[in-house]
């Protein structure tokens, strides 16, 4: 977006500095005017000097300001507004004392571009105002004492060549800025479009494997499931498909710790536990964060499972939020000594594994008391 703004602020520069070109050499040619009545001239040799002073530092003003493609040049405008001075007094001197204001009509031009030179180069500053003030002065001063009513209206055209020079440029660089915020604003819409596009078709598809579930896949499992020809196990397994399938197709606000945890608890009853829980999923963890917490809570399970002794009375609790996980699986069994666990055991790699990524493992198993094991991640580690 800057380089855009930039490209564009470029662009509103270079034009009006093609502008004051096109005003700067067309006015130059008025200063060969006086040379038409040559014999009529105090000092033809002023008004000849005055246009090849004119007509060099034209030549020097296209190059410079179509190289550089801006009017914020302060060489150029200083220089422009000195030689308009030169120019001014140098011609003043052609003339006769009582012809001068008619002779220096045709310089007139040339000395109005360079107040729209400021105006386009400088604006309205005090070294502006400035030098609009001294140009009109020496104007003044290089036509006494020629002094008729006209010279009113001349030193209101450098005041309104300014004026209206520097209105042009900050409509022109609002312009410019106007149409950076147009783009940009086509740029986010364009974006949103997309984005809206690329969610109905998310939908879409969305809709047609919700589809596709329901009708075809279902159906074939739901009767797998039911049939009395499976070994317990698979049927088992078959009817948990069938519900992560349904909860898939009915909840779409369903988080992927959710799904991960539910899948936890399904597998419980292939260990043979009776069990409680409570999921409470408002916010997923990191994806790896969320696989190593439901295997740690699969472990514990498998450890109740095989050393608890009583599969009934086991309550599993899972809270996952912007502040962090929770997993809490306590048992009613006889509990066990966690320094007795084999190094290297199944419990051993899974809660490492915990620890690892910044979690915590806490075990409280008094003989004969049952087992609790509490599993801790702190959010904001992503």
Not at 20 to 41: D, E
Not at 166 to 193: F, K, N, S
Not at 313 to 318: E, M
Not at 344 to 361: I, L, P, T
Request: net charge positive.
């Amino acid at each position: 977006m800057e380089l855009l703004r930039h490209d564009v602020e470029a662009a509103t520069e270079r034009r009006m500095a093609r502008m004051i070109i096109y005003a700067r050499v067309g006015t130059t040619a008025f200063l060969l005017v006086p040379l038409v009545s040559w014999n009529r001239l105090a000092a033809p040799w002023a008004a000849v000097a005055a246009a090849a002073l004119a007509t060099a530092a034209a030549v020097w003003f296209t190059h410079r300001a179509w190289r550089t493609a801006t009017l914020d040049d302060p060489l150029l405008v200083w220089t422009d507004v000195a030689v308009s001075l030169i120019v001014m007094v140098v011609g003043s001197r052609a003339a006769f004392p009582h012809e001068r204001n008619v002779v220096l009509t045709a310089l007139l031009p040339f000395s109005l571009a360079t107040s729209a030179v400021l105006g386009f180069g400088l604006g309205w500053t005090r070294r502006a105002v400035a030098a609009v003030a001294v140009l009109a002065a020496v104007w003044t001063a290089s036509i006494y004492p020629n002094l008729t009513q006209k010279l009113l209206s001349d030193l209101l055209g450098f005041t309104l060549w300014f004026l209206i020079a520097m209105l042009i440029g900050r409509e022109l660089r609002d312009l410019a800025g106007q149409t950076v915020r147009a783009q940009r604003l086509a740029e986010e819409r364009q974006e949103l479009l997309a984005e809206y596009k690329h969610r109905q078709e998310s939908m879409r598809q969305r809709e047609s494997a919700h589809r596709a579930i329901h009708d075809d896949l279902l159906p074939i499992v739901e009767r797998v499931a039911g049939s009395p020809l499976l070994d317990p196990p698979i049927a088992r397994a078959a009817r948990r498909a069938a519900l992560r399938a349904r909860r898939f197709i009915m909840d779409e606000r369903t988080t992927a710790f959710a799904d991960l945890m539910a899948e936890v608890v399904e597998s419980a009853a292939d260990l043979g536990l009776e069990l409680t829980h409570v999921l409470r999923v408002s916010e997923d963890p990191p994806p790896e964060i969320g696989e190593v917490l439901a295997s740690a809570a699969r472990e514990a399970l498998n450890n109740v499972a095989r050393h608890a002794g009583n599969p009934l009375g086991v309550h599993l609790y899972a809270a996952a939020a912007d502040d962090g996980v929770t997993i809490i699986v306590r048992d009613r069994g006889r509990g066990f000594s966690p320094g007795t666990v084999p190094h290297g055991g199944g419990m051993s790699r899974s809660f490492a594994a915990v620890e690892r990524y910044g979690g915590s493992c806490e075990i409280d198993s008094p003989q004969g008391g049952g087992t609790k094991v509490v599993l801790r991640w702190p959010g904001g580690r992503r």
